[in-house]
Nanobody
Framework: QLQASGGGLVQAGGSLRLSCTASGGTFSTYGMGWFRQAPGKEREFVAAISRISGTLYADSVRGRFTISRDNAKNTVRLQMNSLKAEDTAVYYC???????????????????WGQGTQVTVSS
């Protein structure tokens, strides 16, 4: 089970940190991802981290967002800086057991999803 938190309302240029805490399973064996979905749009990849902490970012967030994991706390975080209005969306964390250091970037690759947390960036 995945529980996401940390969303909210922020002005453009501001920062937010999302967290996703897992319960059940062995967290360190899971690759973790963050996705987002804006109204009327498909769910899109934001960032992902492999079980050995390799990372991958969407072009739209690279250099502004940082994904990290803390296996001792069963938590994956997404630090979002320099937020833009176009970052407004519901953000979802996802988990899956991938082979080795594979990093999944398609929603269909993940079986486990959190409930989503709203991020609203005002311009």
């Amino acid at each position: 089970q995945l529980q996401a938190s940390g969303g909210g309302l922020v002005q453009a240029g501001g920062s937010l940190r999302l967290s996703c805490t897992a319960s059940g399973g062995t967290f360190s064996t899971y690759g973790m991802g963050w996705f987002r979905q804006a109204p009327g749009k498909e769910r899109e990849f934001v960032a992902a981290i492999s079980r050995i902490s390799g990372t991958l970012y969407a072009d739209s967030v690279r250099g502004r967002f940082t994904i990290s994991r803390d296996n001792a706390k069963n938590t994956v975080r997404l630090q979002m800086n320099s937020l833009k209005a176009e970052d407004t969306a519901v953000y979802y964390c996802a988990g899956e057991i991938f082979y080795s250091d594979y990093i999944g970037r398609r929603p269909g690759e993940y079986d486990y999803w959190g409930q989503g947390t709203q991020v609203t960036v005002s311009s």
